[in-house]
T-cell receptor, first 106, second 114 residues
Framework: KNEVEQSPQNLTAQEGEFITINCSYS?????LHWLQQHPGGGIVSLFM???GKKKHGRLIATINIQEKHSSLHITASHPRDSAVYIC????????FGQGTRLTINP | EPEVTQTPSHQVTQMGQEVILRCVPI?????FYWYRQILGQKVEFLVS????????KSEIFDDQFSVERPDGSNFTLKIRSTKLEDSAMYFC????????????FGEGSRLTVL
């Protein structure tokens, strides 16, 4: 059983669209990370959440601890947002979701 | 901006050889991690390291892997007797002392085992 499930697995949208990526997890966690993996493979941390909501530029991340669910939103999406977005939960070690491949077309 | 540095960026090796991957974490960071991503698969945890000791390791770690911090700056992952299925991207990451818990990743080392 996967401890971290992301949806959708793949998402293609037009530039300017509002994007939502979802993450559900099945275990108690101390924190949840949203990561961005570039086409070249490098990984960048976007957010670390333990409750509530965080915003950075056009990116917004929310978490509902009771429902064991988190969402990553991108407003006014741009082709440079194209990447794989990974949700990872901290249960002592970090457990990763399978990633959501986002493609934004101009 | 401080960054985690990994070397080599790409290594090709023959099956059965030993490989050492190196990481230089950000200088005031205390917690260090190695992760692996086999092509097309999700990232998986290998080991965490704190205060010069392993704090947690995955079920597969002892089979083939070891970590060291030989000189207080470098953080190495040794893969003994490589197998074809060890071909993957290996990422080092670190967390700063008393910080937000944000992870800083290196660019990764791509290992190809032939």
């Amino acid at each position: 059983k996967n401890e971290v499930e992301q949806s959708p697995q793949n998402l293609t949208a037009q530039e300017g669209e509002f994007i939502t990526i979802n993450c559900s997890y099945s275990v108690g966690i101390s924190a949840l990370h949203w990561l961005q993996q570039h086409p070249g493979g490098g990984i960048v941390s976007l957010f670390m959440l333990s409750s509530g909501k965080k915003k950075h530029g056009r990116l917004i991340a929310t978490i509902n601890i009771q429902e064991k669910h988190s969402s990553l939103h991108i407003t006014a999406s741009h082709p440079r947002d194209s990447a794989v977005y990974i949700c990872a939960v901290r249960v002592q070690k970090l457990v990763f979701g399978q990633g959501t491949r986002l493609t934004i077309n101009p | 901006e401080p960054e985690v540095t990994q070397t080599p960026s790409h290594q090709v090796t023959q099956m059965g050889q030993e490989v050492i991957l190196r990481c230089v974490p950000i200088s005031n960071h205390l917690y260090f991690y190695w992760y692996r991503q086999i092509l097309g698969q999700k990232v998986e945890f290998l080991v965490s390291f704190y205060n010069n000791e392993i704090s947690e390791k995955s079920e597969i770690f002892d089979d083939q892997f070891s970590v060291e911090r030989p000189d207080g700056s470098n953080f190495t992952l040794k893969i003994r007797s490589t197998k074809l299925e060890d071909s993957a991207m290996y990422f080092c990451a670190s967390i700063e002392r008393g910080g937000t818990g944000e992870l800083f990743f290196g660019e990764g080392s791509r290992l190809t085992v032939l």
